[in-house]
Structure formats: structure tokens, C-alpha cells
T-cell receptor, first 115, second 115 residues
Framework: GNSVTQMEGPVTLSEEAFLTINCTYTATGYPSLFWYVQYPGEGLQLLLKATKADDKGSNKGFEATYRKETTSFHLEKGSVQVSDSAVYFCALASINAGNNRKLIWGLGTSLAVNP | GAGVSQSPRYKVAKRGQDVALRCDPI?????LFWYQQALGQGPEFLTY????????KSGLPSDRFFAERPEGSVSTLKIQRTQQEDSAVYLC?????????????FGEGSRLTVL
């Protein structure tokens, strides 16, 4: 079945460090891929997305490229800030037998950025 | 309202009690999802509504779980005879465009603790 695997946390970085959070997926067909972020005390919110191979999603300095050949969608940021401290979730849109779409989620990666 | 609102934010129930969790989606959003998120895990799909129609309830873990959205707006997730394994955060999300666009708007969740 469809699944998402992302690197385990917690990840602790100093401000201005480079960030990579790995995400790989297993899916039939051509799923859409997403990164969601959950800041402390807030609900999940969409960070970026890519709907087809080689697409690059970007937002708030974060980027992720949809790599079909490696079935990956790694999240990167060149210089993290304290305000980026949050839990990051990789997800894919899956279609079930009833042709209903739903999101399949990774376990989440906690990021802490120290000043 | 401006966002998805869930209530109560916190609920403590004794084992065997019934609980009801409410979700007010963003006005006009036709799609509504319920997810269950255990500590340290990603969200797990429970059920999906399009307007008042429950199109997918494949994620409901047992017949003790029941969801409704009678007028296509507010939704209620009911858990009967709660068990300790039901302890989790229950997330509600709504969308005006559907899952493929990835634009799910989440509430802050209802944290259920069953003693």
C-alpha cells in the first residue's frame, strides 16, 4: 500500500544552519506530495506541495523537489531560524478503492533551532 | 469563522463514558476530514465528508466511533464506551478544493485522555 517514511527526530540545529529532512514514499501512480508544519500550540498547516515529478515546491525559504526516480521529497532550507522550530510532516495524496482521496502521513520530524 | 474551530480542546473521560467532539469548518468548505493523532505519530485518517455525505469511513477503528455532518457544515465525532487506547488528539480539517490540492485547513485538535 501507499506509505510515507521520514527521518526520525528530534533534529537540533543552530540558527543559520542548513536543514534537510528526508522523506521517501511508496505509491502507485503519480501521487501529489506535501510538507505540513505544526508550530507549538497551533494546528497543522500546509508548508509546500508538488503535484508532479520534478516539480519544486517552495515557501518561507523551504524547498522540496519531487523526485520520482528516487521516490523522495526531501525538505531543505539553507538557513534556519529559531522561528522554524516545529514538527514537520511529509504526506502524499492517495486514492482509495472508492476513488476518494486522502492524505497518507509520515510520523513527523521535530526540529529545534537554538539561537 | 476565520479558521477551523474544534471543541473541546481537552477532554478527560473515564473508561466507558461516551464523548462527543465538535468541528466547525471554514465557512463554505465542502470537504471535511477527521484524523486521529497518537503521541509521536502522524495523523491517521478516520473519515471524510463531502457536504453532508460521508463518503469514506474506512479509517474508523471500531463501531464505537461514529461521525456525522447532518447539514453539511458542523461535524461531530462521537466515541461510545471509550477505552484507554482511544486517548489521542482528534484533528478536524476542511477543504474547499479537495485533497489533491493539499489545501487542508486544520483545527488545533481535541485532546482526549481516557482514564
Amino acid at each position: 500500500g501507499n506509505s510515507v517514511t521520514q527521518m526520525e527526530g528530534p533534529v537540533t540545529l543552530s540558527e543559520e544552519a542548513f536543514l534537510t529532512i528526508n522523506c521517501t514514499y511508496t505509491a502507485t501512480g503519480y501521487p501529489s506530495l506535501f510538507w505540513y508544519v505544526q508550530y507549538p500550540g497551533e494546528g497543522l498547516q500546509l508548508l509546500l506541495k508538488a503535484t508532479k515529478a520534478d516539480d519544486k515546491g517552495s515557501n518561507k525559504g523551504f524547498e522540496a523537489t519531487y523526485r520520482k526516480e528516487t521516490t523522495s521529497f526531501h525538505l531543505e532550507k539553507g538557513s534556519v531560524q529559531v522561528s522554524d522550530s516545529a514538527v514537520y510532516f511529509c504526506a502524499l495524496a492517495s486514492i482509495n478503492a472508492g476513488n476518494n482521496r486522502k492524505l497518507i502521513w509520515g510520523l513527523g520530524t521535530s526540529l529545534a533551532v537554538n539561537p | 469563522g476565520a479558521g477551523v474551530s474544534q471543541s473541546p480542546r481537552y477532554k478527560v473521560a473515564k473508561r466507558g463514558q461516551d464523548v462527543a467532539l465538535r468541528c466547525d469548518p471554514i465557512s463554505g468548505h465542502v470537504s471535511l476530514f477527521w484524523y486521529q493523532q497518537a503521541l509521536g505519530q502522524g495523523p491517521e485518517f478516520l473519515t471524510y465528508f463531502q457536504n453532508e455525505a460521508q463518503l469514506d469511513k474506512s479509517g474508523l477503528p471500531s463501531d464505537r466511533f461514529f461521525a456525522e455532518r447532518p447539514e453539511g457544515s458542523v461535524s461531530t465525532l462521537k466515541i461510545q464506551r471509550t477505552q484507554q487506547e482511544d486517548s489521542a488528539v482528534y484533528l478536524c480539517a476542511s477543504s474547499g478544493q479537495g485533497v489533491i490540492s493539499g489545501e487542508l485547513f486544520f483545527g488545533e485538535g481535541s485532546r482526549l485522555t481516557v482514564l
